[in-house]
């Protein structure tokens, strides 16, 4: 597992939270101003260098103080542009202009919790990070980071978290029917606010909250709302607001949880988002190069064995023609040259095939009349030649003698088709009248007399 980075910027120091299988160490990136106003991102770098840093994906959590929020509808939402329409509505929550923002949303069922950054405190931290080689996976707020992470883990429903944190606290307030927030509000760490918050919500309908207080104060805040009489259980977490938040982080760097929000966007320059698919994509823009140069090299390699082959066949054609004409230099298209002399041969030797086949008429009459048989009394009355057939009408005896002559017509070696196409008894009672087809059993072929 490669060690994973936390960076917790502020006004004052910076802290820097180093994850390992070992577990996780947060320490403080000392300065060089004597009030420890200067962030020095370059102290950040070096640091995460020193501790192993390997140009994975880093986190930033951001201070409460840097960010702002409002509840916003989300009906009637252009399908376009659905984003920018809600950081609008978000500006119109805030003293601040759209602007001067990065924005995202934690989606309910009618309505969206909005959460902004302001860009002179984010972006100078982001664009210097990245120049110097750092991957920013996500900007998220310190207080969304610990309360998704300690919420997330909670067994029972809460309506309320609370996170003090020094002289300010950071109240979540979560819908009802569902595991996500509503309203994220930052406020002086004094009872007498939160109460009022308690208050509002039981105004709302909301009674019988139950709430959780983690923080350095907790304790002290818990005896206070524990009095109240629309709190229904008050659970206190002494418990570090930046170590819980680096617990989350761990889980959203690892992919094993799906923040809230994030606020690294275009706003804050993105590109530390295409950072964790830029080897991915070097590596199929290498491997599309690479297989463009194979397939280069195999059509050279075809297209040299063709010209070797191409030039084999034109030896071959060159050796055949001073073979045929010793005496004659090889024309350029020998292979025509050669088609006109094979063809002035042929018509020597009169093997045109535009030439009429013989006639086969007679020798097919022949045949027929050769075949008609001895045995059997019948007489002949026409013979026609239609088409390469011989049209026999006659009279016989009976049916029994019209279909013996067809069957010594049709036997011997197969070479003729015969059909009886007609028989019908005379009138007279004294024989049976017929018309016997003969035809070639292959056409035009010619019938050899025996």
Same mark, same amino acid.
């Given at each position: 597992?490669?060690?994973?980075?936390?960076?917790?910027?502020?006004?004052?120091?910076?802290?820097?939270?180093?994850?390992?299988?070992?577990?996780?160490?947060?320490?403080?990136?000392?300065?060089?101003?004597?009030?420890?106003?200067?962030?020095?991102?370059?102290?950040?770098?070096?640091?995460?260098?020193?501790?192993?840093?390997?140009?994975?994906?880093?986190? +930033?959590?951001?201070?409460?103080?840097?960010?702002?929020?409002?509840? +916003?509808? !989300?009906?009637?939402?252009?399908? =376009?542009? #659905?984003?920018?329409?809600?950081?609008?509505?978000?500006?119109?929550?805030?003293?601040?202009?759209?602007?001067?923002?990065?924005?995202?949303?934690?989606?309910?069922?009618?309505?969206?919790?909005?959460?902004?950054?302001?860009?002179? =405190?984010? &972006?100078?931290?982001?664009?210097?990070?990245?120049?110097?080689? *750092?991957?920013?996976?996500?900007?998220?707020?310190?207080?969304?980071?610990?309360? /998704?992470?300690?919420?997330?883990?909670?067994?029972?429903? @809460?309506?309320?978290?609370?996170?003090?944190?020094?002289?300010?606290?950071?109240?979540?307030?979560?819908?009802?029917?569902?595991?996500?927030?509503?309203?994220?509000? !930052?406020?002086?760490?004094?009872?007498?606010?939160?109460?009022?918050?308690?208050?509002?919500?039981?105004?709302?309908?909301?009674?019988?909250?139950?709430?959780?207080?983690?923080?350095?104060?907790?304790?002290?805040?818990?005896?206070?709302?524990?009095?109240?009489? *629309?709190?229904?259980?008050?659970?206190?977490?002494?418990?570090?607001?930046?170590?819980?938040?680096?617990?989350?982080?761990?889980?959203?760097?690892?992919?094993?949880?799906? $923040?809230?929000?994030?606020?690294?966007?275009?706003?804050?320059?993105?590109?530390?988002?295409?950072? #964790?698919?830029?080897?991915?994509?070097?590596?199929?823009?290498?491997?599309?190069?690479?297989?463009?140069?194979?397939?280069?090299?195999?059509?050279?390699? #075809?297209?040299?064995?063709?010209? /070797?082959?191409?030039?084999?066949?034109?030896?071959?054609?060159?050796?055949?023609?001073?073979?045929?004409? $010793? @005496?004659?230099?090889?024309?350029?298209?020998?292979?025509?040259?050669?088609?006109?002399?094979? =063809? =002035?041969?042929?018509?020597?030797?009169?093997?045109?095939?535009?030439?009429?086949?013989?006639?086969?008429?007679?020798?097919?009459?022949?045949?027929?009349?050769?075949?008609?048989?001895?045995?059997? &009394?019948? %007489?002949? !009355?026409?013979? #026609?030649?239609?088409?390469?057939?011989?049209?026999?009408?006659?009279?016989?005896?009976?049916?029994?003698?019209?279909?013996? +002559?067809? %069957?010594?017509?049709?036997?011997?070696?197969?070479?003729?088709?015969?059909?009886? &196409?007609?028989?019908?008894?005379?009138?007279?009672?004294?024989?049976?009248?017929?018309?016997? *087809?003969?035809?070639?059993?292959?056409?035009?072929?010619?019938?050899?007399?025996?």
């Amino acid at each position: 597992m490669q060690d994973q980075f936390v960076i917790f910027p502020d006004d004052g120091p910076w802290r820097l939270a180093r994850i390992t299988r070992d577990g996780t160490r947060i320490s403080v990136i000392e300065t060089d101003d004597a009030d420890g106003s200067d962030p020095c991102p370059d102290k950040t770098c070096q640091a995460m260098t020193e501790l192993g840093y390997a140009g994975g994906p880093v986190l +930033i959590a951001v201070p409460s103080r840097w960010c702002a929020s409002a509840s +916003i509808s !989300t009906e009637e939402l252009p399908r =376009k542009d #659905r984003q920018a329409a809600m950081a609008y509505r978000l500006e119109e929550k805030l003293p601040v202009a759209a602007e001067q923002f990065a924005a995202g949303f934690v989606l309910g069922e009618k309505k969206a919790m909005g959460v902004c950054v302001m860009l002179n =405190k984010a &972006r100078p931290i982001v664009e210097q990070l990245e120049a110097r080689g *750092v991957f920013i996976h996500s900007v998220i707020p310190t207080a969304i980071l610990a309360t /998704q992470h300690g919420y997330r883990q909670a067994s029972a429903h @809460n309506d309320m978290v609370i996170w003090t944190n020094g002289d300010w606290c950071d109240i979540f307030i979560f819908d009802p029917t569902g595991p996500l927030p509503t309203t994220w509000s !930052t406020l002086p760490t004094d009872p007498r606010e939160i109460t009022f918050q308690l208050n509002m919500l039981a105004i709302l309908g909301r009674d019988q909250l139950n709430v959780v207080v983690a923080g350095n104060e907790a304790t002290a805040i818990r005896n206070t709302l524990a009095e109240s009489p *629309v709190v229904h259980e008050v659970v206190s977490h002494d418990a570090d607001m930046v170590a819980v938040a680096a617990e989350g982080a761990e889980l959203i760097l690892s992919d094993r949880l799906q $923040p809230w929000v994030d606020l690294n966007g275009i706003a804050l320059g993105a590109a530390g988002r295409f950072q #964790r698919i830029l080897k991915p994509v070097k590596a199929a823009l290498f491997a599309a190069v690479l297989l463009l140069i194979c397939l280069n090299a195999a059509m050279l390699w #075809r297209a040299h064995n063709y010209q /070797q082959m191409a030039d084999s066949d034109t030896r071959q054609q060159r050796t055949l023609f001073t073979d045929l004409f $010793p @005496n004659q230099k090889p024309p350029i298209t020998i292979d025509k040259r050669l088609d006109s002399e094979y =063809k =002035k041969i042929s018509g020597t030797r009169g093997k045109s095939q535009a030439l009429p086949p013989p006639p086969t008429t007679l020798t097919l009459l022949h045949h027929v009349l050769n075949r008609l048989p001895g045995n059997v &009394r019948f %007489r002949l !009355t026409e013979i #026609r030649i239609e088409d390469d057939s011989v049209y026999l009408d006659g009279q016989a005896r009976s049916h029994g003698d019209v279909g013996s +002559i067809a %069957r010594a017509l049709g036997a011997d070696d197969a070479t003729l088709t015969v059909e009886t &196409r007609h028989t019908e008894q005379l009138s007279n009672g004294t024989g049976v009248s017929f018309v016997i *087809v003969a035809s070639p059993a292959t056409h035009n072929n010619q019938v050899t007399m025996r």
